[in-house]
Nanobody, 117 residues
Framework: QVQLVESGGGLVQAGGSLRLSCSVSISIFNFNRMGWYRQAPGKQRELVAAFSSGGSTDYADSVKGRFIISKDGAKNTVNLQMNSLKPEDTAVYYC???????????WGQGTQVTVSS
C-alpha cells in the first residue's frame, strides 16, 4: 500500500516562507510524476508544481519564482519550498504521485497553509 504523508503546513504572514514535505512509503523512483496540488475553498484543485518523467519541472504561473519543488531519493520525500507567500496561496496542499504504467495517482491527506495579510 503506497502512502503519501504531507507535513509542514501552518499559519504564516504574507511575505513569509513555509516548507512542505511529502514522505512516501516506497522509493520515489517508482513514480513517473510527483508533485503538489492545492485546493482553496470554493475552487477546483490545481497544480502547483510537479516533476515529470525525465526530471523536468512544471510550475503554475502564479507561483513561478516563489516556489521551488525538490526531491530526495535517499529520504523518499518530495518537498515544496514556498517563499514570498501571499494570502491567495491559502489552500490545502496535497502531494500527488503517479506510478509508471498507471493512470491512477496517489494522493496524500493534505496539509493546510494559511497566509494572513
Amino acid at each position: 500500500q503506497v502512502q503519501l504523508v504531507e507535513s509542514g503546513g501552518g499559519l504564516v504572514q504574507a511575505g513569509g516562507s513555509l516548507r512542505l514535505s511529502c514522505s512516501v512509503s516506497i522509493s520515489i523512483f517508482n513514480f513517473n510524476r510527483m508533485g503538489w496540488y492545492r485546493q482553496a475553498p470554493g475552487k477546483q484543485r490545481e497544480l502547483v508544481a510537479a516533476f515529470s518523467s525525465g526530471g523536468s519541472t512544471d510550475y503554475a504561473d502564479s507561483v513561478k519564482g516563489r516556489f521551488i519543488i525538490s526531491k530526495d531519493g535517499a529520504k523518499n520525500t518530495v518537498n515544496l519550498q514556498m517563499n514570498s507567500l501571499k494570502p491567495e496561496d491559502t489552500a490545502v496542499y496535497y502531494c500527488n504521485a503517479l506510478r509508471y504504467s498507471s493512470n491512477s495517482p496517489y494522493w496524500g491527506q493534505g496539509t493546510q497553509v494559511t497566509v494572513s495579510s
